[in-house]
């Protein structure tokens, strides 16, 4: 096997695939990355077992020749080590040649490296999967659907399904749900594109927040594709194969509340700001817990109480208030949160009492929607 190739491009190649490679895994030969030359251009494929990446760097893209290849063939090579050599090369021209007993050359100017490879054979095959329940969805509006909702996931291994977000594809719509039984997010997407019957798949949290780095913010197709095992991202050279998570996901549509006692219309923007701020004093206290109230008149007061750092309090102008009176706590880090998704938009805040779960939507539409569960404070 012996080509040349464009630095710059083999190290964006480079970036997107090493995101899946873990230096942790069971399996000696995933710490590489496998490199397969043909005249059409190079693939490259990194993963942990969970999350798979291969990209394809054409041989000529717009006329402009990035590949050269002499000879085609396939190889692995040490993720880490080959990622760090390509990034330091000299020169924009690299030529990789390898012998026998998988001898890989690196040339780039004056410099040459040469590392011990591994056999491709030895590499985990891709997953096959079909096309029959696949849809397509511009990437900038999945990297917002996974913002609104990834950071909802539960961290704690013991219920392994709630650290995935449950995708359910159901009368035309997407429905994107994540919760850890503290919280909840809520996303809603009308698609036109949806293949028949309705079916569900839980995908691990971590798998999302990957693919948002490599996707790009632009309005690009991508295709997504949902087997029972996997499911599949295809962006324009990218593939992204994740594993899904098993067991069956909880009912949530229960924990929403239908009826409320008090609704609050407030600018998202300024409550982020002030709960920002009042939990400047919580945070000394594990908890991290900020009181929020209704008060006579169009107003609610924020306020945090720290015994042995002090107290704050605001006042804070509503667009509206309606309903009966409120004094609820909440953990601080949750509210801002679930501000920060529904993002700067005039904020419907909708409670129940004050130990029952609230809602926070966005005064606009529904396709977001934000469930926390109060704080006791006596």
Known sequence: MKFEIMRERLVEGL?????????????????????????????????????????????????????????????????????E?????????????????????????????HLIGLDALDYPQLPDIQ????????????????????????????????????????????????????????????LETLPEGEYSVVIPGKSLTELNKILDDNSDPVEIVMTNQQVLFKSKHILFFSRLLEGNYPDTSRLIPSEYKTEVTVNGRSLLQAIDRASLLAREERNNVVRF?????????????????????????????????????????????????IDGQDVLIQFTGAMRPFILKSALDDSILQLILPVRTY
Request: net charge negative.
């Open 15 to 83: 970036n997107d695939v090493m995101k899946a490679v873990s230096s942790k895994t069971t399996i000696p030969i995933l710490t590489g990355i496998k490199m397969d030359v043909s005249s059409e251009g190079m693939r490259l494929t990194g993963s942990d077992s969970d999350i798979t990446i291969q990209t394809f760097i054409p041989a000529e893209e717009d006329g402009e020749q990035i590949i050269r290849v002499t000879e085609g063939g396939s190889i692995v090579l040490q993720a880490k080590v080959f990622g």
């Open 85 to 113: 050599i390509i990034r330091k090369l000299p020169t924009n021209e690299v030529e990789i040649e390898i012998t026998g007993n998988f001898q890989t050359h690196i040339r780039s100017g004056k410099s040459e490296f």
């Open 131 to 190: 096309d029959d329940r696949l849809f397509t969805i511009p990437a900038d509006l999945l990297k917002t659907i996974n913002r609104e909702t990834v950071f909802a996931v539960s961290s704690s291994e013991t219920r392994p399904v709630l650290t995935g977000v449950h995708w359910e594809v159901k009368e035309g719509e997407l429905v994107c749900v994540a919760t850890d039984s503290h919280r909840l997010a809520r996303r809603k997407t009308k």
């Open 293 to 341: 109230s209704t008060t006579s008149g169009n107003e609610v007061e924020v306020s945090s109480n720290s015994p042995e750092v002090g107290k704050v309090e605001e006042q804070l102008l509503a667009q509206s208030i309606e309903g009966e009176e409120l004094k609820i706590s909440f953990s601080a880090k949750f509210m801002m949160d679930a501000l920060k998704a």
